[in-house]
């Protein structure tokens, strides 16, 4: 987005995403908006309304971040936003311009090493379908740097916002011990 | 969801002037508004987006007073040490709210905004009559699946329970909310439902919320917020009680005692007939119990949610008695 967005309102009138048109009811426009992922800039062309979430999957095709309920109940599509776990469906794309935004796809080292976190999922069989995973283990990743992960008890309650229907939960948390454990000594 | 228009604002002042305009909402955290949005509930024309506005975000906080700004995270507030130790109802509220991804998004200001919903009022294309959405087309929960709905506050038009955490410990600690030109009572910025369900909060056209404040006192330093609920995370309150507790010096005379309830209101609700039953009294378990339950006393129900009425007094009681268990 330009900086012309960045505005004082008039004291009356409309606005055309930031520019006042006189008159006319505020209609949707395209926003042209710059998002840094896993340390890349893309530009995008979006309706306000895009999330953050179809963003990267629709438009970036970064398919990683998954959409399980697309309403916040689920955390399927847990990312990380200025290195804090948020959720990609409630945020909008237009909202986190500046931000620096990591997913899935850029956790790993750029050889391939897997970090700590997706080896100890694998370790631990910490999954069945998979389609969880990746929320699962963006969450784990901030839990663990957030201090969060200091007893099997405490990873279950700050582990809570990321469902697995398959039910994979006593490996998952296993897998996050094991990590936090790890990234510790 | 339908599409708006998109208005970043980079100041306080500006985002008074875009709130007054017809048809915007508000954009922080966005975790209820965007959920609502896309049920169909929620439809700004303009959504203005305040997240960017800087120096909102502040947590001052000494022993006489708390300074939380409008911005601060959910997340930050609750892991703040001193909000730990001053005001660790506060704390206590926040962390069992929502999930840690929710909390690091959703703000403190945009807390207390979130709208007061039920599962019918999230529900647009099943059921049209919403007094909250739709004034006058009636309330489809009375007569409905009732199991969550609240016992006390309740009126014809809407039984909606107030969802959140927060603010049972805020008015339970007499918190109040800056709006600027207005400062109120927290307790007073929330509306029962009465005939206009649709009106939630005491606020106006323009008006922006930048800051709550917590008086510090002896009952918020040994304080509790105590959620039972039907799993034991991610989850609303069956019923929820924000606890504070002053002794005299023989350390079983209660000198203060400040007790809210959640879960269980349309609003975040004091309950000041079991703190004035209790002042003065000594803090055993019979006395306690009994004067629980003077919380219920004006409760109705509305058939699969009568369990709130025993559950209630039962959270208050224990909160209170391991308040008491604490040195």
């Known amino acids: ?185 | 969801m339908r599409d708006f228009s998109y208005l970043r604002v980079d100041s306080v002042e500006a985002a008074r002037n875009a709130a007054a305009l017809p048809g915007a909402m508000l954009l922080a955290g966005g975790t209820t508004l965007i959920d609502l949005a896309k049920c169909g509930v929620a439809e700004p024309a303009t959504v203005i987006d305040i997240s960017y506005i800087e120096g909102l975000n502040a947590i001052d906080v000494t022993a006489d007073r708390a300074v939380i700004g409008a911005l601060a995270k959910m997340s930050h507030v609750a892991d703040n040490a001193e909000v730990k130790s001053h005001f660790p109802a506060v704390s206590e509220a926040l962390w069992q709210a929502a999930s840690a991804q929710l909390r690091n998004m959703a703000t403190i200001g945009g807390n207390l905004m979130q709208r007061t919903r039920c599962p019918y009022f999230r529900d647009p294309q099943n059921f049209p009559a919403c007094n909250k959405r739709e004034p006058g087309s009636g309330c489809s929960a009375i007569g409905g699946v009732t199991r969550g709905h609240a016992v006390l506050g309740t009126s014809e038009a809407c039984i909606a329970t107030y969802p959140g955490d927060l603010a049972i410990a805020l008015v339970a600690f007499d918190a109040e909310v800056d709006l600027g030109e207005r400062k109120l009572k927290v307790e007073d910025f929330f509306l029962a439902p009465g005939a206009t369900a649709e009106r939630e909060h005491d606020i106006r056209p323009g008006e922006v919320i930048t800051a709550i404040e917590i008086p510090g006192s002896a009952a918020a330093r040994r304080s509790t917020y105590l959620k039972v609920r039907d799993r034991q995370s991610y989850e609303f309150a069956a019923a929820s009680a924000a606890v504070g507790l002053e002794l005299e010096g023989d350390g079983r005379t209660i000198r203060d005692i400040r007790v809210a309830v959640g879960g269980v209101a349309t609003k975040p609700w004091r309950a000041r007939e079991v703190e004035d039953a209790l002042k003065g009294k000594p803090l055993d378990e019979a006395t306690v119990r009994k004067a629980s339950e003077l919380a219920m006393e004006s409760a109705v129900d509305h058939g699969a949610n009568h369990y709130k009425i025993a559950l209630a007094p039962r959270v208050i009681a224990r909160a209170i008695l391991q308040l008491g268990e604490t040195a």
């Open chain 1, 1 to 185: 987005m330009t900086s012309q967005t960045i505005i004082d309102p008039p004291e009356d009138g409309h606005f055309r995403n930031g520019q006042a048109s006189n008159g006319s009811a505020p209609s949707p426009t395209t926003l042209s908006i710059h998002l840094t992922i896993n340390g890349r800039d893309h530009a995008l062309d979006i309706e306000p309304r895009v999330t953050l979430l179809d963003a990267l999957r629709e438009r970036l095709h970064l398919t990683g971040t998954k959409k399980g309920c697309d309403h916040g109940q689920c955390g399927a599509c847990t990312v990380h936003v200025d290195g804090e776990r948020v959720l990609a469906c409630l945020t909008l794309a237009a909202q986190v311009e500046g931000r620096s935004i990591t997913t899935i796809e850029g956790l790993a080292d750029e050889d391939g090493t897997l970090h700590a976190v997706q080896a100890a999922f694998l370790e631990q069989d910490a999954f069945q379908c998979g389609y969880c995973t990746p929320g699962q283990i963006m969450s784990a990743v901030a839990c663990i740097r957030e201090g969060h992960a200091g007893s099997d008890e405490e990873i279950r309650e700050y582990m809570a916002g990321n469902l697995c229907r398959c039910g994979a939960y006593p490996h998952i948390v296993a897998a996050v011990r094991q990590a936090a454990e790890g990234l510790r000594s």
